[in-house]
């Protein structure tokens, strides 16, 4: 297993500007070419940290979610990760050492680590480690629902978590970290994984808003109408209704962080 980050760096004056990158009224597909450097930022309440900021409400873009790959140099973190009481976080390790406290609970998390913090949750983070800390963290305003209680955070790993596949496949599956029957959880964070050839084999169109950002492998995936190559640390936003599909190509497995929103009625206005 392989959890792709953002190679940073600048390309040399060789590269023509002519890139991949789209963004769309439907979906907006962003290479990994493009996060390089210049387009990090810093937060505030955290040392030795830049983000790339690859999604976040906006009129026409992403309405429910915002999402960031992070990294953090030894030493470096933050007590006040989370500056909105509201929001509710989902963290996956791509390489490092993550010391993560949640409600005074110590956490030593590697890669492929993976922690579900609720909203109101009090929680730091700090690198102990000799190297950079990388991480995506998918943050969300928590809604809650008429007597549902609000879920607990929690802490596992990809390597750990089983592999669903779907019916009738051993090609495609999914890796899900909460059960998807529980009202509780407003949104799911999972890793999809299809084998070499696997394939989503209609074309989805649904409620569900998309993050979608590339660990592992290639693949050939449907964006609308447009079909388009994906591959290590290259992301996808889709739209709600936007409909996709995917083909796994290469010969290692496809693999990507999946956030939707979920288990809520839609609010009736804009």
């Known amino acids: 297993m392989t959890y792709a980050f953002p190679m940073g760096g600048l390309p040399d004056q060789s590269v023509n500007p002519e890139g991949r990158a789209v963004f769309t009224t439907a979906y907006a597909f962003l290479p990994a070419i493009t996060m390089r450097d210049i387009v990090t930022s810093n937060l505030p309440g955290w040392t030795g940290t830049r983000a790339w900021i690859i999604a976040r409400p906006l009129s026409g873009f992403a309405e429910t979610f915002a999402q960031y790959a992070v990294e953090v140099a030894p030493g470096g973190g933050s007590d006040i990760p ?15 050492e993550m010391h993560l406290v949640i409600d005074g609970i110590d956490h030593a998390l590697g890669d492929g680590g993976y922690a579900y913090i609720a909203p109101g949750t009090k929680w730091r983070v700090t690198n102990p480690g000799q190297t950079d800390l990388r991480f995506h963290w998918i943050r969300k305003r928590y809604q809650p629902a008429t007597d549902i209680a609000q879920p607990h955070s929690f802490v596992t790993s990809d390597r750990v978590t089983e592999l669903r596949l779907m019916s009738n496949t051993d090609r495609w599956g999914t890796t899900r970290f909460v059960d998807p029957g529980d009202l509780r959880h407003d949104m799911h964070v999972n890793i999809v994984t299809f ?9 989805e169109t649904h409620v569900m808003e998309h993050g979608l950002y590339v660990l592992q492998g290639t693949a050939r995936y449907l964006l609308n109408q447009d079909w388009v190559e994906v591959g290590p640390g290259d992301f996808m936003w889709l739209r709600a209704f936007c409909p996709q599909a995917c083909e796994a190509t290469g010969n290692e497995p ?17």
């Open 254 to 270: 496809f693999r990507y962080l999946l956030y939707k929103d979920v288990n809520r009625h839609p609010g009736l206005t804009l």
């Open 195 to 203: 084998q070499p050839g696997g394939r989503i084999p209609f074309a």
């Open 82 to 96: 989370e500056p909105d009481s509201g929001a509710e976080a989902a963290l996956l390790i791509a390489s490092g």
